[in-house]
């Protein structure tokens, strides 16, 4: 079975500085999907990244980059330019290769921008 | 293009009546997933479907039940609800490319209280 662990319930940053929200996970796959889910107040569910463990490269989407180190099981995500939209909950997930669809989220970090 | 539609929105059942959530996307996805939130927790699976006729059990099944008889629809039954069954409830789907590798889009959510 897998596990994701984020250890940082709640988290905030003053609007244009830099944040990183950690994400752990176990597993015994060496193939898998990870992604970051942003979750504002609406409750709408937005992927923000995903980062597929065959690739060493770290994925980034505009102020949005991971951290991805397989052999520590771990995938951070750095917000750049904090904005006060980026104010969500966000969630670490993880799917196996072998059994896609099986999807395995973390708790959450809960982020709040300042003005 | 409305995307992934879940209803109802809100739901208060009293304990031991049933229900079923309907989940419909229109994006020809393959696989479709149903969720569930806790006060403070991430998403757990419960069921997802790889393609039409097809189900499989997720993290936290017992309880619920689902149907996917036609491709664009999932249906999520509860027989039996009980008060631990109170939580937000979400449908997700994703093309077959590889489960939630690639982009999966969230309904809105259905909130349901058990009394």
């Known amino acids: 079975a897998q596990t994701v662990t984020q250890s940082q319930p709640e988290m905030s940053v003053q609007e244009a500085e830099t944040v990183t929200l950690s994400c752990t996970y176990d597993?015994?796959?060496?193939?898998?999907?990870l992604f970051w889910y942003k979750q504002p107040p609406s409750r709408q569910m937005i992927l923000v990244i995903r980062?597929?463990?065959?690739?060493?490269q770290n994925a980034t989407e505009n102020r949005f980059s991971v951290n991805f180190q397989k052999a520590a099981k771990s995938f951070s995500l750095k917000i750049s330019d904090s904005q006060l939209g980026d104010t969500a909950m966000y969630f670490c997930a993880f799917e196996p290769y072998t059994n896609a669809g099986k999807s395995t989220f973390g708790d959450g970090t809960t982020l709040t921008v300042k003005p | 293009n409305a995307g992934v539609t879940q209803t109802p929105k809100f739901r208060v059942l009293k304990t031991g009546q049933s229900m079923t959530l309907l989940c419909a996307q229109d994006m020809n996805h393959e696989y479709m997933y149903w969720y569930r939130q806790d006060p403070g927790m991430g998403l757990r699976l419960i069921h997802y479907?790889?393609?039409?006729?097809?189900?499989a059990k997720g993290e936290v099944p017992d309880g619920y039940n689902v149907s996917r008889l036609k491709k664009q629809n999932f249906l999520l039954g509860l027989e039996s609800a009980a008060p631990s069954q109170t939580s937000v409830y979400f449908c997700?789907?994703?093309?077959?490319?590889?489960?939630?590798?690639?982009?999966?889009?969230f309904g809105q959510g259905t909130r349901l209280t058990v009394v």
């Open positions: 479907s790889v393609g039409e006729g097809t189900t």
């Open positions: 597993t015994s796959e060496s193939n898998y999907y």
């Open positions: 980062q597929e463990a065959y690739k060493q």
């Open positions: 997700a789907s994703s093309d077959a490319a590889g489960g939630l590798g690639t982009e999966a889009f």
